[in-house]
């Protein structure tokens, strides 16, 4: 094993300090008495009680989360279904051309997908709204949803679903009581990635909003276009909280549940020897 | 076949057909028709209403007079070749910063890694926006860089770096690192120590076994990494229109700004296609080489 050495050390110091210095800076200088942003006077929570006092904000981010919400859970009911066809559902007509429509989302610049969704549901006459920014959130996210859940369906052992049919379940409920089970911790980081990239995403939104329909990342990016302000500072600090928050959390339960399993599992082994 | 194996692949396959690829048919579409005063703001549009005979003279209608336009206009043609340099600098970038990054987590005591990687992941998830808007505090004239370096008596003028290119390129090493310092890392990772001791035994300096040994058993990871990079920040439209000046030209912000502010839908969609095509290459590439990676496992 070689050693870890002081040029390894200085790296990763500079590489973390790049990476989470920017966002310090900005929690920091959200707790500005100033209005002036560059410039440190003095501690206080001001902003955030003007941030909660905009009703425009607060509407866009009731917008975003009910959006973000419903989305994401369309999305992983889709992803997980086409998961399921990619990963079990052996050959069928067209299925290049399935799992292409899966991956190209992908790699597909925001700005085209935004635009094509647009023109779409110009062409068929839908109002745009929350409803609109759900479809266009939804499809894009069930990818996402989709290459999660696939990767975990392909890696379990397929023989547990089988012993479950010879026993005399019926496929609906091996699904249910066996594969579900086993892919879920997948499904559930399927919908929290997909419940965070409807919160992010400022492109497709922007394309397929209506006029009643602004959600906070639209709302985030006139502001910005105008210079930094507290507000935006503040509001940035609650989001970057509710996500570290949630991100320790998911990895803490994983990891719970990872050991619990082992934990199980030697149980079970031992069980066998006796 | 039985019905619920059909439900199971109907539901999503038709939801991707209405909603990723019937669209896709209509920028083509658009792409080939004309601008109008009208709403919608092109013409022909179908009339389903006249059957054959309107679908021949909707088609008749149809020509390549926006890519004619695109390729006559030379802001087109720049806004590309700018798009691709400051993509292609900017992963270079990305990959001057992220490997060290990853050698050293590859290093790193196996208890720690776990950790390591965590924190790499963690900025991922917060908002995109956010980390974008976090910079121009940073890099404004009165911003907190500027601060330091006159504070320290390195210059006496701010330096000019928000609203340039050099903005651009902070931005998309700092938003993309992710994607760069996790593939190389699961390449590093792999890799056999005892090599490198081989590869001193033999006489190499720890430099030229660096460069003879570890590089070429990361190349898979550095492809990736660079592809990763290199796909989404050529269509790039949020970091060069926060942090980018009115001369950073970018493609994706061109297309925005012919659709929002010029309302010309043809053009916007015939801006859409070129992209998409220019993009179809780094990605089959990049396709190929993760098969080709799949391949060497098995």
Known sequence: ?274 | MNIRRIFLIAVPYLWLGALFLIPFGIVFKIALSDGALAIPPYIPTLDFSQGWAGFKDFAGKLDFENFRFLASDDLYWKAYLSSVKIASISTLATLLVGYPIAYAMARAAPEWRPTLMMLVILPFWTSFLIRVYAWIGILSNEGYLNQILIGMGLIDEPLTILNTNWAVYIGIVYTYLPFMVLPIYAALEKMDDSLLEAAEDLGCSRFSAFWLVTIPLSKAGIVAGSFLVFIPALGEFVIPSILGGSKTLMIGKVLWEEFFNNRDWPVASAVAVILLLILIIPIVLFQRNEQKQREAEE
Not at chain 1, 151 to 168: N, P
Not at chain 1, 179 to 185: C, D, M
Not at chain 1, 209 to 229: K, N
Request: overall charge neutral; hydrophobic content about 50%; aromatic content about 12%.
């Open chain 1, 1 to 274: 094993m070689r050693r870890f050495s002081w040029f390894n050390a200085t790296s990763l110091t500079l590489g973390f300090a790049f990476l989470y210095l920017p966002m310090l800076i900005l929690i920091i200088y959200s707790f500005n008495e100033s209005r002036l942003v560059t410039v440190w006077a003095g501690f206080s929570t001001k902003w955030y009680g003007e941030l909660f006092q905009n009703e425009a904000f607060l509407d866009a981010a009731w917008v975003t989360v009910k959006v973000a919400f419903w989305s994401s859970t369309f999305a992983t009911v889709l992803g997980t279904m086409a998961a399921y066809v990619l990963v079990r559902g052996g050959r069928f007509l067209g299925r290049t051309l399935f799992s292409g429509m899966i991956y190209a989302p992908l790699v597909m610049p925001e700005v085209i997908t935004g635009l094509s969704l647009l023109l779409l549901f110009i062409a068929i006459g839908m109002d745009r709204g929350v409803m609109t920014i759900v479809l266009a959130h939804t499809t894009f996210s069930m990818c996402y949803v989709s290459v999660v859940v696939s990767s975990r369906l392909a890696s379990f052992d397929r023989s547990v679903e089988e012993a479950a049919l010879d026993l005399g379940c019926s496929p609906f409920d091996a699904f249910r009581l066996v594969t579900l089970p086993i892919i879920a911790p997948a499904v559930i980081s399927g919908w929290l990635l997909a419940f965070t990239l409807s919160l992010d995403d400022l492109v497709i939104a922007s394309f397929t909003s209506g006029p009643s329909s602004t959600t906070l990342p639209i709302r985030i990016f006139s502001a910005v276009r105008l210079g930094v302000t507290p507000e935006i500072n503040a509001l940035s600090t609650i989001m970057i909280g509710i996500v570290t928050v949630g991100v320790v959390t998911a990895s803490l339960v994983s990891k719970r549940t990872m050991t619990h399993r082992a934990a199980d599992e030697r149980k079970a082994e031992q069980n066998d020897k006796l």
